[in-house]
């Protein structure tokens, strides 16, 4: 395996994601160039359409690029067959998804418990782990019922808890708070800047919610499948007028 020299946790250079549907050819990113440092909080933000969900699939190394490079943690992750890709992912990687699915026969713990459990990491404190953050969510009455009693934000808390289960290095979330009110916004990013200071998690975020944006130590724009500025010139809150 190929190791970059940088320090960069996720490190992108002249990435560019197509996509073929038919005879249709979608270019959904381009020459995309940009580095996550550990423990920052990057929002990445830009209006409906224009990449951020495919470029949080690429960070969260869900999706490779067709063109250019990617680096976690110093690997090339071009040169990982699929399976080094998904333990990576596994052992590394959070991910919280704009449609957060549960297992609907288990409660909300043990969704939560689920990840720990899979990856076979000290899975002795899951239960205790998974209903910690249920109660930094504001779910603490509700870590026994399952997700047919729960509501659209509580389930969408849940998701989130069961993304940090895991302890990961690196937490990718695509739109986390599109179902939240203020309220469960605020807890959810109260949540990873304390999981930030605490342990370094580092925390990548597509988002149009200014409730994030505000939050997050850097924001970098899309448009169009480009990023918008060098990444060191854009300011925070770059988004303001987008969302
Ligand atoms: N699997 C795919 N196949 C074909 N086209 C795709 C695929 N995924 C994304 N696209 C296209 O790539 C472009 C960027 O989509 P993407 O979902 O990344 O944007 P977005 O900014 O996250 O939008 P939203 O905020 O609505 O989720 C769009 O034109 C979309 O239709």
Redesign the pocket.
């Known amino acids: 395996m190929v190791a970059n020299a940088h320090s960069a946790l996720v490190e992108l250079s002249g990435v560019h994601r197509r ?1 073929r ?1 038919g005879k249709v050819l ?1 270019h ?1 990113l381009y020459d995309i160039s940009l580095r996550v440092q550990p423990g920052e909080i990057l929002a990445i933000c ?11 699939s690429l960070i969260g190394l869900l999706d490779p690029p067709s063109e250019g490079s990617l680096w976690f943690d110093g690997l090339a992750t071009e040169s990982l067959a699929e399976g080094a890709r998904r333990q990576l992912r596994t052992e590394k990687i959070g991910l919280v998804f ?1 449609h957060c699915t549960l297992v609907p026969v288990l409660s909300a713990q043990e969704n939560v418990m689920l990840p720990r459990l899979l990856n076979g990491k000290r899975p002795d404190d899951a239960g205790e782990l998974a209903a910690e953050l249920l109660a930094r969510l504001g779910l603490a009455a509700q870590v026994r019922q399952l997700p047919t009693a729960l509501d659209a934000s509580q389930r969408q808390r849940v998701c989130i808890a069961r993304a940090l289960v895991t302890r990961p290095a690196l937490v990718v979330a ?2 986390p708070t599109s179902r939240l009110d203020s309220g469960s916004v605020r807890m959810v990013m109260d949540l990873f800047s304390a999981l930030q200071r605490e342990r370094g998690t580092t925390f990548v975020i ?1 988002t ?1 919610d200014q409730r994030q944006l505000l939050r997050a130590a850097r924001t970098l724009q ?1 448009s169009e ?1 480009r990023l918008l500025g060098a990444p060191a010139d854009t300011p925070r809150l770059a988004c303001r007028a987008l969302a």
Do not use: C, I, N
């Open positions: 996509f549907t979608v959904a830009g209006p409906s359409g224009h990449g951020k969900t495919t470029l949080a704009q695509d739109e597509a149009r899309l499948g």
